[in-house]
């Protein structure tokens, strides 16, 4: 029974934030002809006025970002093309990551180095787990078995610690960088500020989820490597 409620809570901590995310985002994805332009729109306009030179905006279908390596905002077609109070909140939001950028925002640049570490270490990490039982096995060293596990568990605690940066980057991106431009520029009315407020705090919940499923990964390997 224990083990039972375990399991459906770690379920509902991992895809209860996704899904409320999903119907935010879908809820608030209706058109709006009161809307001046659609979110690339609004996207190039605010990077024209926060002299961001050298950013684009493009569509994408691999979700919405801002490319920091390309210096490119990019948005999927619904909001690069959709004059929807979601759209211009993500447009708005991705811009508020393009300024972090070019102001240097430590957390930014912190994340990003984390980033290429993070890759390189899930890539080592994933050789150790694979190659961890065979050596073991072959060797039969207990040093060789403990020094494959750090590095397992070291590249996951790495991939941990990406989650927990990105949290106070979107969380500066949305309420520090986002809502302002969009309250003092009166692109959206006060009545949508409380939905656009509501849609960047689901976005944002969506990174704390992925935090805690990446603790409760660590936590199961962990468990598993120590047996």
Known sequence: ????FGLILILAIIFGPQYWVTHVLKKYSVQQDHFPGTGGELAEHLIQKHELHGVKVETTKSGDHYDPTDKTVRLTEDKFNGKSLTAITVAAHEVGHAIQHRNGYLPFELRQRVVFVAMAAEKVGALAMIALPLLALVSRSPRLGIIMFIIAIGSMLIGTLVHFITLPVEW??????????????EYISDREMKHANKILKAAALTYVSGSLASLLNLGRWIAILRR
């Not at 029974?1 to 039972?4: P, Q, S, T, V």
């Open 172 to 185: 500066d991106a949305s309420f520090k960088r986002a809502l302002p431009i969009l309250k003092q520029g």
């Open 1 to 4: 029974m224990l083990i039972a």
